[in-house]
Protein backbone atom coordinates (compact mmCIF):
# COMPACT_ATOMS: atom_id res chain seq x y z
CA UNK A 1 0.00 0.00 0.00
CA UNK A 2 1.19 3.43 -0.94
CA UNK A 3 0.22 6.65 1.24
CA UNK A 4 -1.05 9.44 -0.75
CA UNK A 5 -1.27 13.03 -0.58
CA UNK A 6 -4.97 12.59 0.69
CA UNK A 7 -3.39 10.12 3.35
CA UNK A 8 -1.17 12.13 4.61
CA UNK A 9 -3.56 15.51 4.98
CA UNK A 10 -6.19 13.11 6.83
CA UNK A 11 -3.02 11.93 9.20
CA UNK A 12 -1.29 15.65 9.83
CA UNK A 13 -5.05 17.09 9.45
CA UNK A 14 -2.93 19.70 6.98
CA UNK A 15 -4.41 21.34 4.06
CA UNK A 16 -3.28 20.22 0.38
CA UNK A 17 -1.96 23.41 -0.26
CA UNK A 18 0.62 25.78 -0.45
CA UNK A 19 4.11 25.45 -1.53
CA UNK A 20 5.66 21.62 -1.82
CA UNK A 21 8.00 20.12 0.84
CA UNK A 22 9.83 18.02 -2.12
CA UNK A 23 10.47 17.44 -5.38
CA UNK A 24 11.40 15.28 -7.73
CA UNK A 25 15.00 14.31 -7.59
CA UNK A 26 15.67 12.19 -10.77
CA UNK A 27 16.25 15.46 -12.45
CA UNK A 28 19.27 17.63 -13.37
CA UNK A 29 19.15 20.80 -10.66
CA UNK A 30 17.24 18.67 -7.63
CA UNK A 31 19.94 20.74 -5.29
CA UNK A 32 19.06 23.75 -6.08
CA UNK A 33 15.42 23.10 -6.05
CA UNK A 34 15.89 22.21 -2.46
CA UNK A 35 18.14 25.11 -1.98
CA UNK A 36 15.53 27.16 -3.15
CA UNK A 37 12.61 25.49 -0.68
CA UNK A 38 15.04 25.20 2.48
CA UNK A 39 16.95 28.42 2.02
CA UNK A 40 20.34 26.97 2.40
CA UNK A 41 22.85 24.41 0.85
CA UNK A 42 22.92 20.65 1.17
CA UNK A 43 25.59 18.85 1.96
CA UNK A 44 27.62 18.31 -1.43
CA UNK A 45 28.91 14.34 -1.29
CA UNK A 46 32.53 13.67 -0.25
CA UNK A 47 35.66 13.05 -3.23
CA UNK A 48 38.17 10.29 -2.02
CA UNK A 49 41.11 10.00 -2.95
CA UNK A 50 40.61 7.88 -6.30
CA UNK A 51 38.44 11.06 -7.47
CA UNK A 52 34.75 9.46 -7.46
CA UNK A 53 31.78 10.83 -5.29
CA UNK A 54 30.70 8.82 -2.05
CA UNK A 55 27.13 7.68 -2.87
CA UNK A 56 24.68 10.01 -1.40
CA UNK A 57 20.95 9.41 -1.75
CA UNK A 58 18.94 12.23 -2.96
CA UNK A 59 18.15 14.25 0.36
CA UNK A 60 19.60 15.32 3.33
CA UNK A 61 21.22 13.18 6.73
CA UNK A 62 18.57 13.91 9.86
CA UNK A 63 21.66 14.61 11.75
CA UNK A 64 22.38 17.73 9.49
CA UNK A 65 18.62 18.51 9.63
CA UNK A 66 18.62 19.24 13.29
CA UNK A 67 21.98 20.87 12.86
CA UNK A 68 20.80 23.39 10.97
CA UNK A 69 17.46 23.76 11.64
CA UNK A 70 16.72 22.46 15.53
CA UNK A 71 15.39 26.35 16.65
CA UNK A 72 14.25 28.71 14.53
CA UNK A 73 15.68 31.84 15.44
CA UNK A 74 13.71 34.31 17.89
CA UNK A 75 13.23 37.39 15.69
CA UNK A 76 12.70 35.10 12.59
CA UNK A 77 10.58 37.02 10.00
CA UNK A 78 7.58 35.31 8.33
CA UNK A 79 9.35 34.09 5.51
CA UNK A 80 12.41 31.96 8.20
CA UNK A 81 9.67 30.56 10.38
CA UNK A 82 7.80 28.90 6.83
CA UNK A 83 10.98 27.92 6.25
CA UNK A 84 11.81 26.44 9.53
CA UNK A 85 8.13 25.36 9.23
CA UNK A 86 8.73 23.18 5.86
CA UNK A 87 11.75 21.53 7.10
CA UNK A 88 9.95 20.44 10.39
CA UNK A 89 7.60 18.78 8.12
CA UNK A 90 9.81 17.09 5.88
CA UNK A 91 11.78 16.10 8.78
CA UNK A 92 8.52 14.97 10.22
CA UNK A 93 6.78 13.12 7.23
CA UNK A 94 10.11 11.24 6.34
CA UNK A 95 10.92 10.23 9.86
CA UNK A 96 7.63 8.54 9.94
CA UNK A 97 5.32 7.88 7.03
CA UNK A 98 8.10 7.59 4.42
CA UNK A 99 11.13 6.42 6.47
CA UNK A 100 13.58 5.19 4.33
CA UNK A 101 15.82 1.75 5.30
CA UNK A 102 18.45 3.38 7.19
CA UNK A 103 16.44 5.61 9.23
CA UNK A 104 19.56 8.22 8.67
CA UNK A 105 18.18 10.62 5.86
CA UNK A 106 15.21 12.56 4.55
CA UNK A 107 14.69 12.08 1.21
CA UNK A 108 13.84 14.68 -1.45
CA UNK A 109 10.53 12.44 -2.45
CA UNK A 110 11.13 11.46 -5.70
Known sequence: MIATLQDVSMITALPIEGKPLCMSTDSEGWRQQMEALIGMSLQEPEV???GKKDRVPA???FTWIAANFAHCPE????EVIQRYA??????VISRTIFADGTGKNAHGCG
Do not use: H, Q, S, T
Not at 75 to 78: K, L, T, V
Open 59 to 61: GAP
Open 75 to 78: DADD
Open 86 to 91: RVYMWY
Open 48 to 50: EDG
